[in-house]
């Protein structure tokens, strides 16, 4: 089946750094993946839709300065937190839906930690 | 615009009982359906998905779910629960396509022996 790797699964990185989470769809390609964030006991909420070779698509109230997405391949979305503060600690997972499939691959979802 | 309510926050079943777990969407058009689930820490997996055909639908790991367009509801049944069924459920609508999906706050279900 459909499978969508993401990496790293954990991350702690200072106050101020910057830090890149990476989507990849490993046997299907890609022409849209999706960024979640989910917050402790709460549901998720899309950040932003990524788009194979042009700019992504951010939701309301998503800073796209913060949150750098690049997709330059049909296999490979990135997320770049960017100076990353305490408030940005959070659960981020991305989804990508095969092309003809009905539903959506999730990948493992990284957990980012800012000291 | 489309939304997703999942009326319990939190279920606790004993192991052994049946589950059914509430999901009421609001959609302008034929939604499309998904019921995930998620283990702490982990990412999302698909139990099932209804987008046209047959309202009841088979999922993984023993689960059904049925729509029904009179009650805007899309509920999640399994009719005898395992401690390995603890975990949270998430419903989810969507246009289709590559549109975006939008989540329910979720359901976290307890299992007890």
């Known amino acids: 089946g459909a499978v969508v790797s993401q990496h790293p699964s954990r991350v702690i990185c200072k106050s101020g750094t910057s830090v890149k989470i990476e989507c990849r769809s490993l046997d299907f390609q890609a022409t849209t993946m999706f960024w979640y964030r989910q917050f402790p006991k709460k549901s998720l909420m899309l950040m932003a839709t990524?788009?194979?070779?042009?700019?992504?698509?951010?939701e309301q109230g998503v800073e796209k300065d913060k949150f750098l997405i690049n997709h330059a391949s049909l296999t490979l979305s990135t997320l770049t937190v960017t100076s990353a503060h305490p408030e940005d600690s959070s659960f981020y997972i991305c989804?990508?839906?095969?092309?003809?499939?009905?539903?959506?691959?999730f990948g493992s979802g990284t957990r980012l930690t800012v000291v | 615009a489309q939304s997703v309510t999942q009326p319990d926050i939190h279920i606790t079943v004993s192991e052994g009982a049946s589950l059914e777990l509430r999901c009421n969407y609001s959609y302008g058009a034929t939604p499309y359906l998904f019921w995930y689930v998620q283990s702490p820490g982990q990412g999302l997996q698909l139990l099932l998905k209804?987008?046209?055909?047959?309202?009841l639908v088979q999922g993984i790991k023993g689960f059904e779910a049925e729509f029904k367009r009179s009650q805007s509801s899309f509920n999640l049944r399994k009719p005898s629960v395992h401690w390995s069924d603890a975990a949270e459920y998430f419903c989810a609508v969507g246009a289709g396509g590559n549109e975006k999906l939008t989540f329910g706050t979720g359901t976290r279900l307890t299992i007890i022996p």
């Open positions: 209804y987008f046209s055909g047959d309202t």
């Open positions: 989804s990508a839906r095969p092309t003809g499939a009905h539903g959506y691959t």
């Open positions: 990524s788009n194979e070779g042009s700019k992504a698509t951010y």
